[in-house]
């Protein structure tokens, strides 16, 4: 049974923070969806890891092309994996089950700290996960290193 892991991002944004997680979940031997709600910030996120540290280079896929199936790492905004991901992260308030976070090594919840209704909506999906029973940790870089907060 997973976790998950709910990244309160106050200090760095959304384009810095996620390459240093998937850098790590690659590391574990993870192949990983990235689930978005919007195809446009999709397409902007592909392109920003795209133009990442050549030495810390991350293949993935756009959703949607021949190989996503083969994509260690897969942008998507459906809840379809067709990559068979071991850890799922989502972004801007994507939707997320119970059954997902069961199912996977992983789950992780990037979330924007300046923004208001994205805090709610991650207040929401802590109480629908942890009332369903799954496993969660918050993680907060207010102090400017990431640092566990509440487990669940």
């Avoid at 590391?27 to 990983?32: E, N, Q, S, V, Y």
């Avoid at 397409?43 to 890891?49: A, I, M, N």
Wanted: aromatic share 8%; hydrophobic share 40%; charged share 20%.
């Amino acid at each position: 049974m997973g976790a998950a892991y709910f990244y309160h991002l106050t200090r760095r944004p959304l384009q810095e923070t996620l390459p240093v997680l998937l850098q790590k979940a690659r590391g574990a031997g993870w192949r990983i969806a990235v689930r978005g709600q919007d195809v446009g910030r999709m397409t902007w996120l592909d392109e920003t890891l795209w133009q990442g540290r050549a030495d810390s280079f991350l293949a993935h896929g756009l959703s949607g092309g021949a190989h996503d199936a083969l994509q260690p790492i897969l942008l998507t905004t459906s809840q379809a994996s067709p990559n068979q991901p071991d850890c799922l992260m989502t972004v801007d308030g994507a939707p997320i089950t119970p059954e997902e976070v069961q199912a996977l090594q992983r789950v992780c919840i990037l979330f924007d700290g300046t923004d208001e209704s994205a805090v709610q909506q991650a207040r929401l999906q802590w109480k629908s996960l942890t009332g369903a029973g799954c496993s969660a940790q918050y993680w907060s870089e207010e102090s400017g290193r990431w640092e566990m907060k509440a487990e669940a």
